[in-house]
């Protein structure tokens, strides 16, 4: 009689992955006839993850290395080369530098003035670029605020001058008195 006494690993083993589908129909007498014991199965588990731990962590400990030999012998080799040509590099690539900064800013700013009397011909010429609109309501805002104000300021002048008849004047109403 085989030994029915299983361990709390035989059991978590076979729960934790239950047997659906397919699989279902090629163990028909449960997974646990078919595989070898639950030991047996998680040493050789454990085993096949610490090799592919140790290959990805060597291969990554030796190209890490191969990186900083690198580095160190291009620092080796280099330094001598920069501390003599220093005078000269410096300034070049300085004056590189200057050159690329002038030579893109002024580009950039060619574009910018080129996009503008775009736009601005375009809406001399009355075909209404993007945001046409709203210049044209801007403007009409701006018109009608300016002839408020020239509206007041002369009101506020003749009225402070005191001049009734002037004041009368310029709003268009006239005393005429007539004589029977």
């Given at each position: 009689?085989?030994?029915?006494?299983?361990?709390?690993?035989?059991?978590?083993?076979?729960?934790q992955?239950?047997?659906?589908?397919?699989?279902?129909?090629?163990?028909?007498?449960?997974?646990?006839?078919?595989q070898?014991?639950?030991?047996?199965?998680?040493?050789?588990?454990?085993?096949?993850?610490?090799?592919?731990?140790?290959?990805?962590?060597?291969?990554?400990?030796?190209?890490?290395?191969?990186?900083?030999?690198?580095?160190?012998i291009?620092?080796?080799?280099?330094?001598?080369?920069?501390?003599?040509?220093?005078?000269?590099?410096?300034?070049?690539?300085?004056?590189?530098?200057?050159?690329?900064?002038?030579?893109?800013?002024?580009?950039?700013?060619?574009?910018?003035?080129?996009?503008?009397?775009?736009?601005?011909?375009?809406?001399?010429?009355?075909?209404?670029?993007?945001?046409?609109?709203?210049?044209?309501?801007?403007?009409?805002?701006?018109?009608?605020?300016?002839?408020?104000?020239?509206?007041?300021?002369?009101?506020?002048?003749?009225?402070?001058?005191?001049?009734?008849?002037?004041?009368?004047?310029?709003?268009?109403?006239?005393?005429?008195?007539?004589?029977?």
């Amino acid at each position: 009689m085989a030994d029915t006494a299983r361990t709390h690993h035989d059991i978590t083993s076979r729960d934790q992955y239950p047997i659906l589908g397919r699989d279902r129909d090629q163990y028909p007498y449960g997974r646990s006839d078919y595989q070898t014991s639950g030991q047996d199965y998680s040493k050789t588990r454990q085993i096949a993850k610490a090799a592919t731990a140790v290959t990805a962590g060597g291969s990554l400990l030796v190209l890490s290395s191969l990186t900083l030999v690198g580095t160190v012998i291009a620092l080796t080799v280099a330094t001598p080369l920069l501390v003599i040509f220093s005078p000269i590099l410096v300034p070049a690539l300085i004056t590189v530098a200057l050159l690329i900064t002038g030579s893109l800013s002024s580009g950039g700013f060619g574009i910018a003035a080129i996009t503008v009397f775009s736009w601005i011909y375009k809406y001399a010429t009355g075909e209404h670029p993007q945001g046409s609109d709203k210049l044209d309501s801007a403007r009409m805002k701006l018109g009608t605020k300016a002839q408020d104000i020239k509206d007041r300021a002369q009101y506020y002048g003749q009225q402070h001058t005191g001049g009734e008849h002037d004041r009368d004047r310029t709003r268009g109403t006239h005393h005429t008195t007539t004589t029977t």
